[in-house]
């Protein structure tokens, strides 16, 4: 028997990239200096669909299959069809970089403006012709429209709109921090991130907030929030610092994560909850491939299989089933290997080192009741794989 457990988030493309929309399972734009590209087959092939002229691009947002928008330098590119041409808008006369965007309809959007003053809100209800600028802070991270009328914008605070962005109120949160990214799966349910790494969750609209303990000590730096609904959620970032970034996903409504793909992310999209799409940012000190990543099976582990019959045994994993520790026994000396336990879902929850020639406890007793599935490791050999149960304490 062979056994073969990867994670399925692929490098599919290389290239400088910053911003990625997928409009389908085949169609997907992914945009970065002078590029704007184009895959209509899923990611076996690209395109750069940026021809005529030069542009540092910074964002891509379509609100349907035909009209699209990019961000970058002094202005914004559109579409409206499908990324085949493209026309330069001019939002306003100041020159600045252009980097969020947000369109809820083909016609009314939003674009962030930054320059050393502060950022600006500009918003559209013409598709681009006219913009008229609403909000000023001297600092805006994320902008989010749940729908026509109801949206979220993160700063030095936060702040919300119930009338299609012409006006925005702020809203009373429980930490004194910055906000610098949001996930509403609507208008009430969302998730927001603060600066050092805290987060917070509505489920009324943010008249109030619950925090959430369990968080991941990264310095995030872009961080982007991926909702499916308001159970199941994506997020994505990096520290530069480190530098080391992840892709994290969430099935109970963002109290625990679990760690799917490392590599320098900032940018994600699930078209459904199968099949989905990331950006890897370039990075000097970086040991990860950047570019496009897909997967097809929602970033979740595959391949574990059982253990043939009346194969001899290197360890002995008890007791099973296990209630409180897992204990793993070499039956012959070894210097070095490490154990990976996996749930149902082929998630991987815990990668311990083994003691050599000593037993090595788990304590399991705070894990759900079920089924588990591990593999022993040494170096990139698998030596052994099967599964055990975890019961209730009686």
Known sequence: MSLRVTAQWVNIYSDTLYGLDALNKDTVFAVGPNRILRTCDGGTTWQNMLQSFSFDAAEVVFPNDTTGYVSGYEKILKTTDCGLTWEAIKVDSSGNWYKKLCFPTAELGFAESWNYNGDTIFRT???????????????????????????YLAGDSLFKTTDGGISWQYLSIPINESVISLGFSDADTGLILFWFGSLCKTNDGGNSWETIELWYPFDYYNPFFCPIDGTHYYF????????????????????????????????????????????????????????????????????????????????????????????????????????????????????????????????FLNFPDGMYFYSIHRDSKILESGKFLKAKTY
């Open 125 to 151: 209800t013409d598709g681009g012709q006219t913009w008229t600028s609403v909000f000023r802070r001297q600092s805006l991270y994320d902008i989010q429209m749940t729908d026509e009328t109801t949206g």
């Open 236 to 363: 994505c970032g990096w520290d530069p610092l480190a530098p080391q970034g992840a892709i994290f996903y969430s099935d109970d409504g963002g109290y625990n994560w679990i760690e799917q793909k490392r590599s320098l992310f900032n940018r994600m999209d699930m078209v459904s909850d199968s099949i989905g799409y990331a950006i890897s940012v370039p990075y000097e000190y970086s040991q990860y491939y950047y570019g496009v990543y897909k997967t097809a099976n929602g970033g979740f582990l595959v391949g574990i299989k059982d253990p043939e019959q009346g194969k001899d045994k290197k360890f002995v994993i008890q007791p099973n089933p296990v209630t409180d520790n897992l204990i793993i026994r070499s039956q012959e000396s070894f210097t070095k290997g490490e154990i990976r336990i996996y749930d149902v879902h082929g998630r991987l929850i815990i990668n311990r080192s083994l003691l050599p020639n000593a037993e090595t406890f788990i304590p």
